[in-house]
């Protein structure tokens, strides 16, 4: 149930300096603020230590956070 999560997580989720990571957050995806970065992680081909990485930023803080990822990326 993504309501008993919504109470745990809410602390960290609002916290200036802190990063909250969460595995499988479609799970809880009703309960995330609309303003997150989304990280998604996929299988290249058919090498299995091999990983695609892919960023998204849904609202004016992540866009942010986002472009100074990208700044700082050679």
Known sequence: ????MKMEIAETLH????VTVI????VVS???????LTIRLQA??????DRSL?????GEKSTK???RLHAATP
């Open 23 to 26: 595995e499988w957050g479609d």
């Open 44 to 49: 290249i081909a058919d090498n299995q230590d």
């Open 15 to 18: 916290s200036e300096d802190t």
């Open 54 to 58: 892919h960023i998204s930023a849904s």
């Open 30 to 36: 009703s309960v995330l603020p609309t303003d997150k």
């Open 65 to 67: 956070i986002l472009e």
């Open 1 to 4: 149930d993504p309501g008993i």
